[in-house]
Structures are given as structure tokens and as C-alpha cells.
């Protein structure tokens, strides 16, 4: 008689254990590269979003119009987590009224509320008057007065820059004084999750003000002769290299010369406190004095 050969129950029972590890590894590892790749899909959307709102903030300030006389340089306000600057209006031109310069104002912000989800905000200001209204006060981000700004808008989140007690600065500056400043850094640290690795992702951009001016620089000398007194204003200068004109003062009152160097007459014992201002061509001024006793 022929045997009949096949599986016995133990052998069955054991394959299908091995069969079901197998397959259990398997459908393991497809889950966590699919959580691995949603998450990569996520952080890359999170890092373009971001690289956008760097660009849209360096337009802005390479299209910065020039100060007046109440903000010298060419921001307004420039602190670490906040900067605002008058910019070109491209999507207004010719629609500004008599805001012929077709300018608005523009303010980034980041609100730190929730440290492991920083939020960058821009804001917005138009006007269609000849000159700007007076720079909003209030520091909140974003400044919710509708009174101080049309346009309010998230451009960037998941911003780690000030998470677990950190102060990495959003803006940095070539100088700490407002009208000096020539070049701005933006710095965006991002983080889906701050408690999983990788945990961060660092972008940068930096921009030169083209449009800057500067206040001028004053400096003199007063020296006593014979009773007279020799100023010297030629060490001023303007930081963009341009003409300047000199405006002398002694005890309050104007002297009639307008040169780099004037000699008084012979003046009287005693203290004199003279002055020296001096303006760039596009109206900033910037003035020293000095006691001198004769």
C-alpha cells in the first residue's frame, strides 16, 4: 500500500507562527518608513514655507525707500524679534492717492506665545496721504489694532528660535544703533517636534540696505588763539560719502559762516560753548558742542 506523505499538525502550526512573525516585521517596517516619510514630506513643506517668507522679507528690505528726518536710516524699528521699514508697494502702484512714492509700511514679527510653535507674522500699513502716518507703538505680535494695521498675516511657523529658555535672535544687525544700520540677518530655526530627532533646521539670509542714508557723522575742534577761537569741522563726514553743509554756533546764536573752518572774532573772558551741525543732502542732521574758556 502506498504511503501517503504530507504536513503534520506541529509543522503546520509552526509555519504559520513563523509566517505571521514575518509578515507582523513587515507591515512594522512599511509603517515606520511611512511615518518616516510623512514627516520628511512635512518638514520639507514646513522649510519651503519658511525659505519663502526669508525671500519676501529681502525684497522688502532691498526695495526700502529712504527715511525722513523723524527715522533716519533706513528702518524704522529693529529689535531682535521685530523689525519695520517703509518699502515699495508693487501691488498698489499708481493706486496710493497722493502717496506718489506708491509706499507702505511693512512689520515682521514672531510671537513666542507657544515656544515649540513660534509664528512669524507680517503686517501691513497703507496710506494714500503725501506722508506717512506716525509709526504704530504698540509691541504686541501681532499688533491687533486695526487702526495701526490693515494686513495681518502668518508666514512661517513651527519656529523653535526662543524654545526651551533660548534667545537666538530672529534679526541681527550690523550695528546696535537704528540709523546706522546697513545690513539685516534673518535667522529661522525650525522644528516640527523639538523632542524627536532631527530636531532642527537652521535658515539664514542676509541683506545690504542699498537705499540707506545715514545720518552724518559730526566732529570739530576748538581751539583758543589770542583771545580768538579756530573751529575745524573737516573730520565730519557723511557715511555715504556725499556733501555736507556746516551751520556754526556760539552761545546759542548763529555765526555767519557756512565753511569746514571759521576763526572768530576776538571774544570775551570767559566760558563760550560753541556748536557745530551739519546736514547731508537729504536733509539729516547731526550737531556736537564744545565749552571753551578763553
Not at 163 to 175: E, I, K, L, N, W
Not at 186 to 208: F, G, I, K, M
Amino acid at each position: 500500500m502506498k504511503r501517503e506523505a504530507g504536513f503534520t499538525l506541529v509543522e503546520v502550526i509552526v509555519t504559520m507562527a513563523i509566517t505571521t512573525v514575518v509578515f507582523g516585521a513587515t507591515l512594522t517596517a512599511l509603517g515606520a518608513f511611512s511615518s518616516k516619510n510623512k514627516a520628511d514630506t512635512l518638514r520639507a513643506e514646513e522649510q519651503e514655507r519658511a525659505r519663502n517668507a526669508l525671500d519676501r522679507i529681502a525684497r522688502g528690505l532691498r526695495n526700502v525707500t529712504a527715511q525722513s528726518t523723524e527715522y533716519p536710516g533706513a528702518l524704522e524699528q529693529a529689535g531682535a524679534y521685530s523689525v519695520t521699514f517703509v518699502t515699495t508697494d508693487p501691488a498698489h502702484v499708481g493706486a496710493n492717492g497722493e502717496n506718489t512714492t506708491d509706499t507702505m509700511r511693512v512689520r515682521y514679527c514672531l510671537n513666542d506665545s507657544n515656544p515649540e510653535n513660534e509664528i512669524l507674522y507680517q503686517q501691513g500699513e497703507r496710506w494714500t496721504e503725501a506722508q506717512a502716518p506716525p509709526l504704530p507703538t504698540a509691541t504686541a505680535c501681532p499688533d491687533t489694532s486695526a487702526s495701526d494695521w490693515q494686513e495681518t498675516r502668518k508666514i512661517a511657523t513651527n519656529i523653535v528660535n526662543r524654545s526651551g529658555d533660548q534667545s537666538r535672535p530672529v534679526f541681527a544687525y550690523s550695528t546696535t544703533s537704528t540709523p546706522q544700520i546697513v545690513t539685516v540677518e534673518t535667522n529661522l530655526d525650525l522644528s516640527l517636534n523639538p523632542n524627536r530627532q532631527p530636531t532642527e533646521t537652521q535658515l539664514t539670509t542676509a541683506v545690504s540696505l542699498r537705499n540707506a542714508n545715514r545720518p552724518p557723522i559730526v566732529s570739530f575742534t576748538a581751539t583758543p588763539v589770542n583771545g580768538h577761537v579756530l573751529l575745524n569741522g573737516s573730520e565730519s563726514r557723511d557715511p555715504e560719502g556725499l556733501s555736507l553743509t556746516y551751520k556754526w554756533f556760539e552761545d546759542g546764536t548763529q555765526l555767519p559762516s557756512t565753511a569746514q573752518t571759521y576763526e572768530t572774532p576776538l571774544l570775551t573772558k570767559g566760558a563760550h560753548t560753541f556748536k557745530l551741525e551739519v546736514t547731508d543732502p537729504g536733509g539729516l542732521s547731526t550737531s556736537s558742542t564744545q565749552t571753551v574758556t578763553i
